[in-house]
């Protein structure tokens, strides 16, 4: 199928509202003519989910024919989504769905917490791209562990695409997998339609490529949805939903254990910028949880950060307080001192030497009476090392 065709939009108009606005990230292979694009931030943030951005989470593309090559799962959400009455199964019947999925149950698949991986093949021989990228440090890892279980030039049609996610202990989300390094199958999807293998199925198939699959629970959706609310289940992420149609994609929801969603807005949305507030707020309660609660790579990622930020906040403290004690010796001793008018020139002649330029607002900030301490934070706020700083998981490239 032709890209384009797909996501019903010539390539001027999906260049000009999709690539020119950033609402869709493309990435472009080092050496093949491909090109794979995915949603972008801004897609995310501006909650931009039509056709197209739906679309749009990892296909890979013949740059110069615009023929599909690989065609991973489109967006889908979590159960009740706000604004999404789709997702919200008490509104089917009101949304006139209730033909489309509540007459049978979904297959109910454990919620890997891993990392998407699209196979790909080129040139006879398999490789794997992560959400946006073919270079980034999942799709290498990915590419390497099918390579070497046997994937190298595992007979596959071209036509069909195998979705997986990626396990790796270095490339963490929340879920602890302890040793467990493996690629797991979720789906071969038919490039022209979308149409999914069934799950019995897909089950031989992995036997027989040696790969595994999702663990498929045999419960209800209702069971399934109840079961997310116990707080007691922990290191597990939830169930994927999946209503399985012929000649077209499944159906899908998510939905999430609730320990499992407070884990992750912590690995996704504690920033090293968001530390340095906790810090100089002196909230004590959420770094508590960000100790005690939370998983043992977290820690050590708050840690880390946590011991960067006071020793810079430290490091100008002491300088500051060292240049201020000796500048106030000096000024105290020179003939200007009695003479108030000459009094802040002086402090600013030496507040401003090159020695002493680094911590000049600080020092003015004693001099004057004020709460230094601010000063101090803004400072370390802007330090070069902040500007490199991300949270610990980035939720958009995974």
């Not at 939905?255 to 810090?279: C, M, N, Q, W």
Request: aromatic share 14%.
């Amino acid at each position: 199928m032709n890209f384009y065709d797909y996501i019903k939009m010539p390539q001027a108009e999906f260049e000009e509202k999709y690539i020119n606005t950033r609402l869709v990230m493309r990435n472009e292979h080092p050496t093949f003519p491909l090109y794979i694009y995915a949603y972008g931030r801004e897609a995310v943030h501006e909650q931009v989910w039509d056709y197209v951005t739906m679309r749009c989470r990892g296909i890979i593309v013949h740059k110069e024919t615009g023929e599909i090559i690989a065609r991973p799962f489109e967006k889908f959400f979590n159960y009740g989504t706000a604004n999404m009455p789709e997702t919200d199964p008490t509104d089917w019947t009101v949304f006139g769905l209730s033909d489309r999925w509540k007459v049978n149950e979904p297959t109910v698949w454990e919620k890997v917490d891993g990392f998407l991986c699209t196979g790909y093949k080129w040139d006879g021989r398999w490789y794997v791209a992560s959400k946006g990228s073919f270079t980034s440090p999942h799709a290498k890892w990915a590419t390497n562990w099918l390579q070497g279980h046997g994937w190298l030039n595992m007979y596959l049609p071209d036509s069909k695409t195998p979705v997986f996610e990626g396990i790796c202990s270095s490339l963490r989300i929340v879920v602890d997998y302890g040793a467990r390094e493996e690629m797991v199958l979720l789906a071969l999807i038919d490039n022209e339609t979308g149409e999914e293998m069934p799950p019995e199925q897909l089950k031989l198939w992995a036997e027989c490529v040696n790969v595994s699959v999702a663990r498929q629970h045999d419960i209800t959706m209702q069971e399934a949805h109840q079961n997310t609310y116990d707080e007691s289940v922990k290191n597990k992420e939830g169930y994927v939903l999946t209503w399985y149609r012929t000649g077209q994609p499944p159906f899908r929801l998510k939905l999430k254990f609730a320990d499992y969603l407070r884990l992750h807005r912590l690995v996704t949305g504690v920033s090293p910028k968001h530390i340095l507030e906790v810090l100089r707020n002196g909230w004590t309660t959420e770094l508590d949880e960000y100790f005690n609660a939370s998983t043992p790579w977290f820690s050590h990622f708050v840690t880390k950060w946590k011991r960067t930020i006071e020793g810079e906040y430290e490091r100008i403290d002491n300088h500051s307080k060292i240049i201020y004690a000796g500048v106030l010796e000096t000024v105290q001793n020179s003939p200007v001192y009695k003479n108030l008018g000459d009094i802040r020139k002086e402090f600013a002649y030496h507040f401003t030497k090159p020695e002493n330029v680094e911590f000049s607002g600080v020092l003015f900030a004693m001099l004057d009476g004020k709460d230094y301490k601010q000063v101090i934070w803004k400072k370390v706020k802007n330090a070069p090392f902040m500007k490199g700083g991300h949270t610990l998981v980035d939720a958009h490239t995974i």
